[in-house]
């Protein structure tokens, strides 16, 4: 395998693009195994240690909020994978989520997260996930939610 800066390991690929159709679909049982038991959530409001079992409780509200704003895709647009030892991987990811107005207009939303991957010989699992911004007061900000 390559290990340059930007080269993106195949395990991780699959990874992120089962994690992508995970997301479009809100299949909770498959985005929670996608993390380890407890992982680090950073952001906006700070970082904690959020169990897999309480993340499945907040994905359908997730879902309810993108819904109720209008998505039709979410979409992995990129990722650089930085190998930091032979266990886990840096993956530094930007997703797209693309919403109908009711003008019939679309309004699409790029933002980048970056997640540090345990390659575990068991299966890869995300360890720490991190998400500089606010999507939903973005999508407020844009008119997709009310304020």
């Not at 992120?16 to 906006?44: I, K, N, Q, T, W």
């Not at 409780?57 to 190998?83: H, M, N, V, Y």
């Not at 575990?120 to 304020?147: C, F, H, K, Q, W």
Request: with cysteine; net charge negative.
């Amino acid at each position: 395998m390559d290990s340059s800066p930007g080269s993106v390991d195949q395990t991780i690929e699959r990874f992120f693009r089962h994690f992508e159709a995970g997301s479009a679909a809100a299949d909770v049982e498959s985005l929670a195994a996608m993390y380890a038991p407890s992982f680090l959530m950073a952001g906006p409001s700070g970082a904690q240690v959020v169990k897999a079992s309480d993340l499945m409780l907040a994905i359908p509200k997730r879902k309810q909020l993108f819904d109720a704003a209008g998505c039709r895709s979410t979409t992995l647009l990129s990722l650089a994978d930085t190998r930091l030892d032979e266990r886990y991987s840096l993956v530094r990811t930007e997703w797209q989520w693309t919403f109908a107005r009711t003008d019939g207009t679309t309004e699409n939303i790029t933002l980048p997260a970056s997640y540090i991957v345990d390659r575990a010989p068991d299966g890869p699992r995300s360890v720490r996930y991190v998400n500089p911004a606010d999507i939903a007061a973005i999508m407020r900000e844009r008119g997709l939610l009310a304020t």
